[in-house]
């Protein structure tokens, strides 16, 4: 347990935070970025599916009858917050390649740091599925915690939140907002600052990922 209680997971695993110190790097461009983002996602994704339900379906080997077991119940809906969980999207969908994929839109924006939504189209029926939102940055907690009132009105219920980087006022406002959501960090950061950039961070994920500026 760590100092936000239950339902928060940092996963601190040295894979993914030698591959986060990387990103960190203002020289890290945008090809490898990406790439790195990919990967992160990918072994973030590994961690926080480890508790999917599973079913028993009885298998002939060439030898006998065996009870083997395959992921339970619809498939997955792998959520992003645009713009920047679509670069979590393929690692995530490398695990589950049968994932329905939602997409929510929201920016910040630029003065209040509020989240104003643009756009929102989930997989039906929504409410079936273990839904696992990615963002890699989580610094307020508002995009986070809209997108995920959004997937609720919706009727979404069991939610994964995934990020990679979060400042402790993120995962304590998410937290706060919604216990029920699994929060999975790789790298939990120490502050935000005036303009509410997560500091060490890494700057602005979307504008790194797709080397707009
Ligand atoms: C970034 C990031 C999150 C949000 C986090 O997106 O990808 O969605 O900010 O900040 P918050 O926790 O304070 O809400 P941004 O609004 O820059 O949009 P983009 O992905 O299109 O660049
Ligand atoms: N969004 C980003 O991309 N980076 C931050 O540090 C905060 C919000």
């Known amino acids: 347990m760590n100092q936000f209680g239950e339902n928060v997971f940092i ?3 040295p894979l ?11 020289n890290t461009g945008t ?6 983002v990919e990967e992160i996602a ?3 994704g590994f961690v926080a599916l480890s508790d999917l ?9 060439p030898i006998e009858t065996a009870d083997t077991y395959v992921i339970a119940g619809r498939k997955l809906a792998i959520v ?3 713009r920047a969980g679509l670069g979590m999207v393929s690692g995530l969908t ?7 994929i939602g997409h929510i839109g929201l920016y910040r924006d ?3 740091h509020k989240p104003v939504e643009y756009f929102c189209k989930l997989p039906n029926p929504i409410e079936e599925r273990i839904i696992v939102v990615c963002d890699p940055m989580l610094a307020t907690g508002g995009s986070g915690v809209d997108a995920i009132n959004l997937i609720k009105k919706h009727g979404g219920k069991k939610i994964k939140f995934v990020c990679i980087i979060a400042a402790p006022e993120g995962v304590k406002k998410l937290h706060e907002e919604h216990p029920d959501v699994q929060i999975y960090v790789g790298n939990l950061d120490r502050e935000l600052n005036k303009n509410a950039y997560i500091c060490p961070g890494l700057g602005d994920a979307g504008d790194r990922i797709f080397g707009t500026k």
């Not at 090809?31 to 790195?36: A, G, P, S, T, W």
């Open 42 to 44: 990918m072994l973030m």
């Open 16 to 26: 993914i935070t030698h591959k986060i110190s990387i990103l960190r790097d203002k």
């Open 80 to 82: 992003p917050i645009l």
């Open 94 to 100: 490398a695990l589950v390649p049968s994932a329905k």
């Open 110 to 112: 630029e003065t209040t």
């Open 11 to 13: 996963l601190d695993h």
């Open 31 to 36: 090809n490898e970025f990406r790439q790195l």
């Open 53 to 61: 339900p599973m079913t028993k379906v009885p298998v002939e080997t």
